[in-house]
């Protein structure tokens, strides 16, 4: 169980075109949704946290207008890309919280990952 | 806001121990994780502690003193597959509920 997808698992665009990822939490559903961003040989960093049903809370020095997203069920976050460049050129991985009553209370899950390149 | 270091790499040799440290500084202190994570993977979940004390999974242990700010992940019999960046993760209550955070990772290497 507790499993959360992720689609496309890489994408390769060009400058100033816009990319969407999917998130979803297959097997149960996910009130709250993380998107972090991972570039080479560093650590994941929060941009995001994804509420179901409300504007999601953007974490500070990310842009809320270039990094779109949209937590429209309790089951799907999406994230986009906008006006992409080569400097968004990352792994973009999203998580989804899974809520316990004991043990590992508010455990988050990760997706597999998207790879995007911006050409 | 929060600080969390641990050390870039770590090589070990195949069938010995390895002890990764984490050290943080943090405010409303709920949990620390361990992931491990292989290039263009996501990160897999390793180990939780909330209180004081060992947990023991397997090969795998994790170390928490809350009161030093200091965890350690002990992988026993190591495996060439072990080599990976094991990452450590604390989460923290804020304002807005709880948030994971990420140290920059151990980039462990297992030789022959």
């Known amino acids: 169980g507790a499993v959360v997808s992720q689609h496309p698992s890489w994408v390769i665009c060009k400058s100033g075109t816009s990319v969407k990822i999917e998130c979803r939490s297959l097997?149960?559903?996910?009130?709250?949704m993380f998107w972090y961003r991972q570039f080479p040989k560093q650590s994941l960093m929060l941009m995001a946290t994804s509420n179901e049903g409300s504007k999601a809370t953007y974490e500070q020095g990310v842009e809320k207008d270039k990094f779109l997203i949209n937590h429209a069920s309790l089951t799907l976050s999406t994230l986009t890309v906008t006006s992409a460049h080569p400097e968004d050129s990352s792994f973009y991985i999203c998580?989804?919280?899974?809520?316990?009553?004991?043990?590992?209370?508010?455990?988050?899950?990760f997706g597999p990952g998207t790879r995007l390149t911006v050409l | 806001g929060q600080n969390i270091d641990q050390p870039t790499e770590m090589t070990a040799t195949e069938g010995a121990i390895v002890q990764i440290n984490c050290t943080y500084q943090t405010s409303g202190f709920n949990g620390l994780f361990w992931y491990q994570q292989h290039a263009g993977e996501a990160p897999t979940f390793l180990s939780y502690?909330?209180?004081?004390g060992l947990e023991e999974k397997g090969r795998f242990s994790s170390f928490l003193s809350r009161s030093k700010g200091y965890s350690y992940l002990l992988l026993k019999e190591l495996q060439m597959k072990d080599s990976a960046s094991y990452l450590c993760a604390v989460r923290a209550f804020t304002g807005g509920g709880n948030k994971l955070t990420f140290g920059t990772g151990t980039q462990l290497k297992v030789e022959l």
């Open positions: 097997d149960f559903q996910a009130t709250t």
């Open positions: 502690n909330v209180l004081d």
């Open positions: 998580s989804a919280k899974l809520l316990r009553t004991s043990g590992r209370r508010d455990e988050q899950f």
